[in-house]
């Protein structure tokens, strides 16, 4: 995944509202807009249906611009799939799966897209690392099985965190439900894809997004990334990257 390309990257992103939120899509792009010259900018796609994960946009079959559909529907240099965060092991390999196949026989390579775990105040139960652990590990391991390079949010977020973060330190990287990334949790996942899509460190890529606003909320502002905050989460992000649990 190293090579570049001047031509741009078509990239398809099929997931919830984890990259709905806060218009992960959108972000990606305007990163890649910033980046120097010679690297890829990135065309990016997306099917996002929210509340569901890779069973029910397999099970949303094939009309357009379902999943399947968008996948079929132009060829895509690369496409990333997201599971939701209460996923099952036995669940989420038969579907992963599926999609792999899908996607390999559309002339595409996969990436699945690992996000952090939610916090028990949106759910009880869930506990910081160790739900991001047990949600990562488990994709991590079928992408080893399968020779998917799996783009491990929740390490990345627990990069940038550390061990025992502050509870307000923790809840700044989430929206205002604790359970979907705020604009600081998105510009993580942004980062990491990034570099998993062009092989490239995203070290100095734009942190102000003047069109990116929750998603329903048309007149809010836009999202801006302090540059030193902006900083520490791009290295994060690429620390993940270039030790990803392949």
Same mark, same amino acid.
């Given at each position: 995944?190293?090579?570049?390309?001047?031509? *741009?990257?078509?990239?398809?992103?099929?997931?919830? /509202?984890?990259?709905?939120?806060?218009?992960?899509?959108?972000?990606?792009?305007?990163?890649?807009? @910033?980046?120097? +010259?010679?690297?890829?900018?990135?065309?990016?796609?997306?099917?996002?249906?929210?509340?569901?994960?890779?069973?029910?946009?397999?099970?949303?079959?094939?009309?357009? %611009?379902?999943?399947? +559909?968008?996948?079929? @529907?132009?060829?895509?240099?690369?496409?990333?799939?997201?599971?939701?965060?209460?996923?099952?092991?036995?669940?989420?390999?038969?579907? +992963?799966?599926?999609?792999?196949?899908?996607?390999?026989? $559309?002339? @595409?390579?996969?990436?699945?897209?690992?996000?952090?775990?939610?916090?028990?105040?949106?759910?009880?139960?869930?506990?910081?690392?160790? /739900?991001?652990?047990?949600?990562?590990?488990?994709?991590?391991?079928?992408?080893?099985?399968?020779?998917?390079?799996? $783009?491990?949010?929740?390490? $990345?977020?627990?990069?940038?965190?550390?061990?025992? *973060?502050?509870?307000?330190?923790?809840?700044?990287?989430?929206?205002?439900?604790?359970?979907?990334?705020?604009?600081?949790?998105?510009?993580?996942?942004?980062?990491?894809?990034?570099?998993?899509?062009?092989?490239?460190?995203?070290?100095?890529?734009?942190?102000? %997004?003047?069109?990116?606003?929750? /998603?329903?909320?048309? /007149?809010? *502002?836009?999202?801006?990334? *302090? $540059?030193?905050?902006?900083?520490?989460?791009?290295?994060? +992000?690429?620390?993940?990257?270039?030790?990803?649990?392949?």
């Amino acid at each position: 995944m190293n090579q570049l390309k001047k031509t *741009p990257l078509n990239v398809l992103l099929i997931g919830n /509202s984890q990259m709905g939120c806060w218009d992960l899509p959108a972000m990606i792009s305007v990163m890649a807009e @910033s980046a120097p +010259a010679g690297r890829p900018r990135i065309n990016v796609g997306h099917a996002l249906i929210g509340g569901k994960g890779l069973r029910g946009y397999w099970d949303a079959g094939t009309a357009d %611009f379902t999943p399947r +559909a968008m996948i079929a @529907s132009a060829r895509w240099d690369r496409v990333v799939i997201q599971e939701i965060y209460s996923a099952r092991k036995r669940e989420f390999e038969d579907y +992963a799966a599926r999609f792999d196949d899908v996607i390999r026989r $559309a002339g @595409s390579a996969t990436i699945i897209f690992a996000t952090a775990g939610i916090t028990g105040y949106y759910r009880a139960g869930y506990r910081y690392p160790g /739900s991001f652990v047990k949600l990562n590990d488990m994709q991590i391991a079928f992408g080893k099985k399968r020779g998917i390079p799996v $783009a491990a949010a929740g390490y $990345a977020w627990m990069r940038y965190l550390g061990q025992n *973060p502050p509870k307000q330190q923790l809840l700044d990287l989430y929206d205002r439900d604790k359970g979907h990334p705020g604009p600081r949790g998105t510009y993580i996942y942004a980062c990491l894809l990034y570099a998993f899509i062009t092989g490239s460190n995203p070290a100095g890529l734009a942190g102000k %997004f003047e069109n990116i606003r929750r /998603s329903g909320e048309s /007149s809010a *502002p836009g999202v801006e990334i *302090p $540059a030193e905050e902006a900083g520490k989460m791009q290295r994060a +992000a690429w620390d993940e990257y270039r030790g990803a649990r392949q």
